[in-house]
């Protein structure tokens, strides 16, 4: 049916709508279209998406201050908010707020729209030599459990109680590349030494009655306490705002993610300003 409310948007996983390209993003909406780029042909395609065929609308950001200030138009859509906080120094993520920032946002958030309506990703887990005291596998995994215990707690206190991770996938050229052209060293930990660090993880979330889920990784859900999940999930959406939206798998996306069908607004040559060096999509920095 035409008034039929089937599409769920995201904004995106491409770039940070939110924190770099929020009147883009309201005019699109306002206009009701978009023209979708191919990365590889340059072909552009007129995608329509009409206000009264909307279900939802996920939002991805680091750093959501913009939008808390002035959402204008958005606030006429039913909003899911994938909210990325790992911690890291701005050697690693070079324009993103400091931690204690960004959680005061996701609070805001909370209070305004419910906090079930909030997905934490502490997403990737990296290990890089130079945010440690030394070099050793034990330090680097004992830095990144000191920052999400830190990051529990904090996050506990909003409401919100869904935590997505994964790791750093070095699989990627433009990833690998960049931190050899950065100088950035890497350490890419082996099963066991995952396992290790999971297993505790999963006891600081239960401590602090935080639900983590895996992103696109089977050894991540082979962890007792992690469940599979979806980032963008349609049976999700549908339990927080009725109506009733697709749930086959986005065939676009890799092959161990989970997420359901979604229009994704943003094109490849959209650059986020954040700068992260571990970025699979859209760094500014080569």
């Keep these: 049916m035409l008034n039929e409310k089937d599409i769920v948007i995201s904004a ?15 005019a699109v909406l306002a ?10 042909s340059k072909e552009r395609k007129l995608i329509e998406i009409p206000k009264e065929r909307v279900h939802s609308i996920s939002l991805w950001s680091k750093n959501y201050d913009k939008f808390i200030q002035n959402p204008g138009i958005l606030d006429d859509y039913n909003l899911y908010f994938q909210f990325t906080v790992t911690g890291y120094s701005n050697y690693i993520e070079r324009n993103v707020p400091n931690y204690t920032e ?32 030394t070099k050793g596998v034990q330090r680097l995994a004992q830095e990144r459990l000191e920052t ?19 790791f750093m996938d070095t699989k990627y050229f433009k990833v690998s590349n960049r931190l050899s052209n950065l100088g950035i060293e890497f350490y890419e930990p082996n099963d066991n030494e995952k396992y290790e660090l999971l297993n505790r993880m999963v006891d600081i979330a239960n401590a602090n009655s935080i639900h983590i889920y895996s992103c696109a990784s089977p050894l991540i859900e082979n962890v007792n306490g992690i469940k599979k999940s979806a980032c963008i999930d349609g049976n999700v959406l549908q339990k927080l705002f009725g109506g009733n939206v697709g749930t086959k798998k986005d065939v676009g996306q890799r092959p161990d993610c989970g997420c359901t069908k979604s229009i994704d607004l943003a094109n490849y040559d959209m650059r986020c300003g954040n700068n992260c060096v571990y970025c699979y999509a859209n760094c500014a920095i080569k």
């Design 12 to 26: 995106s996983r491409k770039t940070d709508y939110p924190a770099f390209f929020l009147p883009q993003l309201k």
């Design 102 to 133: 960004t959680v005061k946002q996701m609070e805001l958030l909370a209070n305004k729209y419910g906090a079930d309506k909030i997905n934490w990703r502490f997403d990737p887990i990296g290990f890089f030599p130079k945010e440690a005291k």
């Design 31 to 40: 206009q009701g279209y978009f023209f979708s780029l191919n990365e590889y």
């Design 148 to 166: 999400f215990t830190a990051l529990c707690e904090l996050i506990s206190k909003t409401g919100v109680e869904r935590c997505t991770i994964s």
